[in-house]
T-cell receptor, first 114, second 115 residues
């Protein structure tokens, strides 16, 4: 069964450093998403991406965050200057059909900012 | 009012019993409804999707949707210890006439099935 692949599985970074989280969505999917889940809290939407541009973003997704699909297969989330409160699980998801079917989530990247 | 609300639990049921998980949502223009299962430290895994009023059955799982009451539920029949997980209700809210598939999640209900 096709799956969404995320790397790395765990990233530890110093506060203020830049991190890039990587995702390879399912190949024929058109809609891509990033979500995060702070430990013990609910899954929160960050951003959706379609047709090579951001289609929607949350208030969490401020100027420190950016997304890119650099080569038609990878989908990346960059955090420019990490803060302690950015520590969370980050999930990538993709979808082939906008209105039907749920997402396929990747296995997640655990980001720890120290 | 929270957009998607679930009882956080924990909900404890004996093996073989029916587990009933509930979710309410605040926005009447919600259009798609999903139940995800999440094991500790893992990513959400889609169990059921439902789009129209009524019941939808898939194996031991039944999703029920009542748009008038803004209520969606998940029943798990013949519960097994392996069903012990956090169950997330997620809603696709159509707002302003557009939606790009964004899901709003509830905080999840912890289910424990004991032998």
């Amino acid at each position: 069964e096709p799956e969404v692949t995320q790397t790395p599985s765990h990233q530890v970074t110093q506060m203020g450093q830049e991190v890039i989280l990587r995702c390879v969505p399912i190949s024929n999917h058109l809609y891509f998403y990033w979500y995060r889940q702070i430990l013990g809290q609910k899954v929160e939407f960050l951003v959706s991406f379609y047709n090579n541009e951001i289609s929607e973003k949350s208030e969490i997704f401020d100027d420190q965050f950016s997304v890119e699909r650099p080569d038609g297969s990878n989908f990346t989330l960059k955090i420019r200057s990490t803060k302690l409160e950015d520590s969370a699980m980050y999930f990538c998801a993709s979808k082939g059909d906008l209105f039907n079917y749920g997402y396929t989530f990747g296995s997640g990247t655990r980001l720890t900012v120290v | 009012q929270k957009e998607v609300e679930q009882n956080s639990g924990p909900l404890s049921v004996p093996e073989g019993a029916i587990a009933s998980l509930n979710c309410t949502y605040s926005d009447r223009v919600s259009q798609s409804f999903f139940w995800y299962r999440q094991y500790s430290g893992k990513s959400p895994e889609l169990i059921m999707s439902i789009y129209s009023n009524g019941d939808k059955e898939d194996g031991r799982f039944t999703a029920q949707l009542n748009k008038a009451s803004q209520y969606v539920s998940l029943l798990i029949r013949d519960s097994q210890p392996s069903d012990s997980a956090t169950y997330l209700c997620a809603v696709n809210i159509l707002r302003g006439g557009t939606s790009y598939g964004k899901l709003t999640f509830g905080q999840g209900t912890i289910l424990t099935v004991h032998p």
